[in-house]
């Protein structure tokens, strides 16, 4: 019974020293991220004739100022504004009010033969923001700070 207590406390202790509150700092900054179902890159047919709403996205916690978020469209060698694609969001920033999550940029494509020997693919890229804060995924590689059109 005795040998049993002692074990009991030395694995206690053992389980009291192994948890160290220290070694997970939880990540807390706020972001901004762009994606089309969790993806970075997506498919467009030169057939496609519609305007749909890209979202820029906005995590962390509740914000009571206004947040300014920059972003540049840019366009492979292959597609031309007017002809291939039209973006009808004209202004180059976008406001987040508090507690606003996420806004649209509005793309209209039109249909469009392709050349496939060019570069046919339109970005959008998120630039920065006011508040300076991260720009993509937390992590090295900013993941999702970028939404990549492909049109084919």
């Known amino acids: 019974m005795k ?19 220290d070694e997970m700092t939880a990540y807390d900054n706020p972001f901004f991220y762009t994606h089309v179902q969790n993806a970075s890159e997506v498919r467009v047919a030169a057939n496609r004739n519609e305007t749909v709403d890209y979202k820029i996205y906005f ?10 978020v920059d972003y540049q469209v840019v366009a492979g ?3 031309i504004e007017g002809v291939d694609y039209e973006v009808v969001s004209t202004a180059r920033s976008l406001t987040f009010n508090p507690g606003v ?5 509005a793309i209209r494509w039109l249909p469009h033969a392709i050349d496939e020997a060019k570069d046919n693919s339109l970005t959008i890229q998120i ?3 006011s508040k300076n804060y991260t720009v993509g995924l937390p992590g090295p590689d900013a993941l999702q700070s970028a939404l990549k059109f492909i049109k084919f």
């Open 77 to 79: 060698d292959g597609l």
């Open 59 to 68: 995590s962390g916690k509740r914000q009571f100022e206004a947040i300014t």
């Open 101 to 105: 999550i996420e806004m649209p940029i």
């Open 3 to 21: 040998k049993n207590k002692i074990i009991y406390c030395l694995l206690l202790a053992l389980l009291l020293v192994a948890c160290n509150k």
């Open 127 to 129: 630039t920065g923001n």
